[in-house]
């Protein structure tokens, strides 16, 4: 490969990666065609942006990168894929739903929420964050809920208003 042709290759890695909010850095070596088309095709439904590259290549791509991304340099051994997301939760997910029928991909590490997890046991942990708008989901869910209880009791409240007002009106 040419000087050229690795420089294009950085400055694109990096553009995505810049694009991105989320990455995670895994193996999907010794996967055999049929199982990287599935997994392809699956990020594509996830929308989940899928990338191979040298290892080499990433590293630079990544100290070049705007973000703070110095403790992924160090899963960047082996052949490794990088996955780019806008919800930091799907890829985790989509990786522990995908090894359910397959023993790859592995996680090596992941960028999310401007923190870093390394190692295929913070998949849990990845799954369980909450991405942006389940939180604001549930905020306004929290919020809902008493204005929906004080609705509830007037509501229950005026029937139990009726039969007193009806009551006192049958003594006179």
């Given amino acids: 490969m040419k000087r050229e042709q690795k420089i294009q290759i950085i400055d694109s890695l990096t553009e995505e990666i810049n694009a991105s909010n989320h990455l995670y850095l895994t193996d999907i070596s010794e996967m055999d065609a049929v199982q990287t088309s599935a997994l392809r095709r699956a990020c594509f439904e996830k929308d989940v942006k899928l990338v191979v590259a040298k290892n080499t290549l990433l590293r630079i791509a990544l100290e070049k990168a705007e973000g703070e991304y110095e403790g992924l340099t160090e899963s960047l051994k082996g052949a490794s894929s990088i996955m780019l997301s806008e919800t ?3 890829p985790a997910k989509l990786i ?5 029928g397959h023993d790859k991909p592995i996680l090596k590490a992941a960028y999310v929420e401007e923190s870093i997890y390394i190692g295929d046991n913070e998949l849990e942990a990845l799954c369980t964050i909450k991405s942006k708008e389940e939180l604001i989901g549930d ?5 809902q809920s008493p204005i929906k209880t004080v609705i509830s009791s007037l509501e229950s409240g005026k029937n139990i208003l009726a039969g007193v007002v009806k009551t006192l009106s049958e003594k006179e």
């Fill in 139 to 143: 905020v306004i869910a929290l919020l």
């Fill in 88 to 90: 930091g939760n799907v």
């Fill in 96 to 100: 522990k739903e995908f090894r359910k």
